[in-house]
T-cell receptor, first 116, second 114 residues
Framework: GENVEQHPSTLSVQEGDSAVIKCTYS??????FPWYKQELGKGPQLIID?????GEKKDQRIAVTLNKTAKHFSLHITETQPEDSAVYFC???????????????FGTGTKLQVIP | EPEVTQTPSHQVTQMGQEVILRCVPI?????FYWYRQILGQKVEFLVS????????KSEIFDDQFSVERPDGSNFTLKIRSTKLEDSAMYFC????????????FGSGTQLSVL
């Protein structure tokens, strides 16, 4: 099955600096890579996603990149703000072999702390 | 924005007891899921449900677990005889379609088995 590795496990940055979280996946059939933000006491919330036919996607201060050959994908947050502090999970779906039923494999999470 | 709602937010039970966790998915969604997160660990897939039947399940989802959509709005997860290791946060999620579409998660039910 799919295995998703995520680094770092914790990340502290000064407000205004950039934060980068990196993930690798194992199943070459995976074709959809969402990123979730989980605030304390809440469920994961999708913040951005990327599909395997795209190399990069940007939404305001958040961007994701995907390298299919290397099976790497990354989340970049620019101009970080205190409200960005949360746990971030990368994820990958099983792709075509899953039957399409969204068996999402999550990474281990990165606890981001933005210091004012 | 529409939400997935879960009840209760916290559930404490004795080992060996049955528990039912309840979820109300977003009304026009067709695919439903349960995930769990043991404290400090990753979110793990349990089961997906579509058209009133299980479409996929993980190795965690053994015979002690079952899911049901008893009416047009609720989606439940039952654990027949709870074990200590079942203690976790359980998240319900739903999506409009199954393949590569946004999952909406509820806020979770924290299950503590004593």
């Amino acid at each position: 099955g799919e295995n998703v590795e995520q680094h770092p496990s914790t990340l502290s940055v000064q407000e205004g600096d950039s934060a980068v979280i990196k993930c690798t996946y194992s199943d070459s059939a995976s074709n959809y890579f969402p990123w979730y933000k989980q605030e304390l006491g809440k469920g994961p919330q999708l913040i951005i996603d990327i599909r395997s036919n795209v190399g990069e996607k940007k939404d305001q201060r958040i961007a994701v990149t995907l390298n299919k050959t290397a099976k790497h994908f990354s989340l970049h947050i620019t101009e970080t703000q205190p409200e960005d502090s949360a746990v971030y999970f990368c994820a990958a779906t099983q792709g075509e072999n899953s039957g399409g039923y969204q068996k999402v494999t999550f990474g281990t999470g990165t606890k981001l702390q933005v210091i004012p | 924005e529409p939400e997935v709602t879960q009840t209760p937010s916290h559930q404490v039970t004795q080992m060996g007891q049955e528990v039912i966790l309840r979820c109300v998915p977003i009304s026009n969604h067709l695919y439903f899921y349960w995930y769990r997160q043991i404290l400090g660990q990753k979110v793990e897939f349990l089961v997906s449900f579509y058209n009133n039947e299980i479409s996929e399940k993980s190795e965690i989802f053994d015979d002690q677990f079952s899911v049901e959509r008893p009416d047009g709005s609720n989606f439940t997860l039952k654990i027949r005889s709870t074990k200590l290791e079942d203690s976790a946060m359980y998240f319900c999620a739903s999506s409009i379609s199954g393949r590569n579409e946004k999952l909406f998660f509820g806020s979770g039910t924290q299950l503590s088995v004593l």
